[in-house]
Structures are given as structure tokens and as C-alpha cells.
């Protein structure tokens, strides 16, 4: 099957500019994440969808930082304005749904590198 | 509450060698354990997992991890190294799905395994 994808691969903006971030999970999966990995440290959880509704995003910035999936399926991530300590990478993951087999098994995308400068 | 300490955030080995790669972990709920390993400019690879049955977990790669309830560690072994094995490698919790929530990981903050030869 194929696996999640992202785009882009990298990104290089300015600090106050906006970017957004695009995530298609695996075909199926009901639960979709977003996390923000800084250089040095392990990922962590900005926003995390069962569906197309929000089931935690107590650690996104919200401010700054919003982020949908309309029908279920894509998302986008997006920041505006950007600040220079967001630059890191920005990892998507999905999981199938609970009870269908899976043993609840996050499958992780590429990844988008963020450069705030 | 759910946090995860990896101990030491670089390790280097002799290929051939033994690989130990700690991790202990803190839960006010029964814990799933999960060890993921990540390669330059890619995202993350579930290496194995524990999930309430065997204590024992075997994954990919020559990898084993034992979950020790008594000391709450989910050490990451391997017997002999290899090169290819030089990565990043994290140790994640997340709550069982029996307790309720939604399976958020908690990664710790990362080990970066070398294999010199």
C-alpha cells in the first residue's frame, strides 16, 4: 500500500511570512497527525484529527499555527506568521482504525523541513 | 501523565558489538511502548512494539526490546551491530486504547546510534 505522503520536502521562508504544509494519509486511516520535530529532540504532537474532526490540539500554537482536513482525508498545516523557532521538521502519521486489524500502529510520512530565517 | 527518558543521546558501538539503547518510561496508565528509528531526511520506521501481551518483543532488523513493569524500562537491544544500524532511534508511550484517548505518543528525546568499524 502506499504510504503517507507529503509536501513539500523542504522549505526555506522568511520569519512573519506563512507557509502551509500538505499531508495525504494512508488510504483508509481515520486518524491523522501532525507532529513538529526540532533539531535535537524527539516529535511532538501538534494536532491529531479522527476524521475530519479535532481530537487534541491542546499543543498547537494557535495563534499562529492552524491546520484542517475538510473531508476526512488530506490535510494542510499551516503557520502565519512564521517565527524563527519554527523551523524544524513537520511529520505527518496516520493509524487505521481501531479494531480493524491493525495493532494501533502510527505509519509516519517523509516529513516537511522547515528553514525560518 | 505519560513521559519517556532515553538515556544518553549518543551512543557508539564497534560493529559487532552489543547494542543497548535505554529507555524508561512513566504512566499513570498500562502503556503501550514503541521503539522508532529514523535515517537522515526520512521520517520514522516502527521498529517494534509492546502492546500488553509478550514482555519480550522481538521487531525488525535483529532488534528486541523487554518491557520491565518493576523498573519501567523498554530497553532496545541488538546482539551484533551493523553499519546500516546507524540512525536515530526513539522510544515513544502511548496510553493503551482500553483506557480511553486517543493513542497520542510521547517520544523521548532521541538516541544517535554510530557503528564504527
Known amino acids: 500500500e502506499a504510504g503517507v505522503a507529503q509536501s513539500p520536502r523542504y522549505k526555506i521562508i522568511e520569519k512573519r511570512q506563512s507557509v502551509a504544509f500538505w499531508c495525504n494519509p494512508i488510504s483508509g486511516h481515520a486518524t491523522l497527525y501532525w507532529y513538529q520535530q526540532i533539531l535535537g529532540q524527539g516529535p511532538k504532537l501538534l494536532i491529531q484529527f479522527q476524521n475530519n474532526g479535532v481530537v487534541d490540539d491542546s499543543q498547537l500554537p494557535k495563534d499562529r499555527f492552524s491546520a484542517e482536513r475538510l473531508k476526512g482525508v488530506d490535510s494542510t498545516l499551516k503557520i502565519q506568521p512564521a517565527k524563527l523557532e519554527d523551523s524544524a521538521v513537520y511529520l505527518c502519521a496516520s493509524r487505521p482504525t481501531p479494531g480493524a486489524g491493525k495493532n494501533y500502529e502510527q505509519y509516519f510520512g517523509p516529513g516537511t523541513r522547515l528553514t525560518v530565517t | ?117
Not at chain 2, 39 to 64: C, D, H, R, W
Open chain 2, 1 to 117: 501523565a505519560q513521559s519517556v527518558t532515553q538515556l544518553g543521546s549518543h551512543v557508539s558501538v564497534s560493529e559487532g558489538a552489543l547494542v543497548l539503547l535505554r529507555c524508561n518510561y512513566s504512566s499513570s496508565v498500562p502503556p503501550y511502548l514503541f521503539w522508532y528509528v529514523q535515517y537522515p531526511n526520512q521520517g520514522l520506521q516502527l521498529l517494534l512494539k509492546y502492546t500488553s501481551a509478550a514482555t519480550l518483543v522481538k521487531g525488525i532488523n535483529g532488534f528486541e526490546a523487554e518491557f520491565k513493569k518493576s523498573e519501567t524500562s523498554f530497553h532496545l537491544t541488538k546482539p551484533s551491530a551493523h553499519m546500516s544500524d546507524a540512525a536515530e532511534y526513539f522510544c515513544a508511550v502511548s496510553a493503551s486504547p482500553f483506557s480511553g484517548g486517543y493513542n497520542k505518543l510521547i517520544f523521548g528525546a532521541g538516541t544517535r546510534l554510530a557503528v564504527h568499524p
